[in-house]
């Protein structure tokens, strides 16, 4: 099965500052058609996990331009610039490349 | 406005088995897969089960392979996830989650249902 490894585990940042998260796979999640199936979530406290990002780096409707996403391969980042009150919460990478997919195990983002 | 609705669940002991459903709303149910995914209480999450739009192809994980069984009925818009020979580690919030095809991401999802195994 694939590993998503997500470091750091959490993270305190100043509003107003940048964060980035990172999300390395046991193996490439490049699809043979082309495609990367990675994702990012967020859940926020108490609520469902939303989605931010898929295909690496396509931002979700709705999801401001703060959330960016980057990598391939093996390597992937979500950056948020600018951090908000409401980007605190549980930041989830996942893929769908392989089957069983598979999502990291998080990165809790807390605001300073 | 989709929405995706679970119930079910509830106190199981060990061993005995249970039936999730989670009905679709707001969309043609039939058109999209759809997935289970479980979040075990201060855990992360964790896929559980994937069917398509026709129930053509299913996907599970490796802990429930044997034991769990997704299925739908898209005439009554349903979604449900049969669980059989439950342990104390299926203890989770189980959400289901509409997949987009083309990009296989999950767009919507369910507010869960909580399944506690336990004697």
């Known amino acids: 099965d694939v590993v998503l490894t997500q470091t750091p585990v959490s993270l305190s940042v100043t509003l107003g500052d940048q964060a980035s998260i990172s999300c390395r796979s046991s193996q490439s999640l490049e699809y043979s058609d082309g495609y990367t199936y990675l994702e990012w979530y967020l859940q926020k406290p108490g609520q469902s996990p939303q989605l931010l990002i898929y295909?690496?780096?396509n931002r979700f409707s709705g999801v401001p331009d703060r959330f960016i996403g980057s990598g391939s391969g093996t390597d992937f980042t979500l950056k948020i610039s600018r951090v908000e009150p409401e980007d605190l919460g549980v930041y989830y990478c996942?893929?769908?490349?392989?089957?069983?997919?598979?999502f990291g195990s998080g990165t809790k983002l807390e605001i300073k | 406005e989709v929405q995706l609705v679970e119930s079910g669940g509830g106190l199981v002991q060990p061993g005995r088995s249970l039936k999730l459903s989670c009905l679709a709303s707001g969309f043609t149910f039939s058109n999209y897969g759809m997935n289970w995914i479980r979040q075990a209480p201060g855990k992360g999450l964790e896929w559980v089960a994937s069917i398509s739009s026709s129930s053509s192809y299913i996907y599970y994980a490796d802990t429930v392979k044997g034991r769990f069984t997704i299925s739908r009925d898209n005439a009554k818009n349903t979604l449900y996830l049969q669980m059989t020979s439950l342990r104390s580690e299926d203890t989770a919030l189980y959400y289901c989650?509409?997949?987009?095809?083309?990009?296989?991401?999950?767009?919507?999802w369910g507010q869960g249902v909580m399944v506690t195994v336990s004697s």
């Open positions: 295909g690496v780096s």
């Open positions: 989650a509409r997949l987009y095809y083309g990009y296989l991401y999950f767009d919507y």
């Open positions: 996942f893929q769908a490349t392989h089957d069983p997919f598979t």
